[in-house]
């Protein structure tokens, strides 16, 4: 599956910066698998094992493990849809920003590099609570690895890739 983009839209007028985002204008990428769904208020009925659902509206506070204030209604809605569809299966990968090498980010709280991996089992304890069963759920932390680019709050986020659909 390839998808065209056409182009970025530029919002600066410093002629280096402007040259350097230029270049982002050329170029192609091709994506495989899995296929990357960007979920917001909507949550698809034709999930595939396989698929990566990056969860936009649900991002962490930053150096800890909790959510902004923005994203309860996201997580709500995603417990509502996981509560429903009892036949998804599925691993939450924690990610952090802001890190070299794809390294590990320090959680505030506690001082502990395990910043990536609380913020998934956060998520995961959050939805057993309120009704998605454990037996469904695995969570992992990718640390640094995955960086999205843009404003670091893109990166304070988890993702939930579809293990399996029962029948």
Known sequence: RTNGKVEIALTTTEQALFNELRTLNRKVTIV???KKLIAGSFYGEDLKTGDLINLKGLNFKMGLRYLTPESTKTLKE???YLV???DIFFTINGHVCCTDNGRESKDKETGKLN???VRAKYIRDYLVKNGVDAKRIRYQGMKGQYNLGGDDSEDRRV?????????
Do not use: F, G, M, N
């Open 115 to 117: 910043l990536s991996t």
């Open 159 to 167: 993702e939930l890739l579809v293990r399996y659909i029962s029948k």
């Open 84 to 86: 429903k569809r009892k």
């Open 78 to 80: 995603l417990t509502a």
């Open 32 to 34: 495989i698998a899995p």
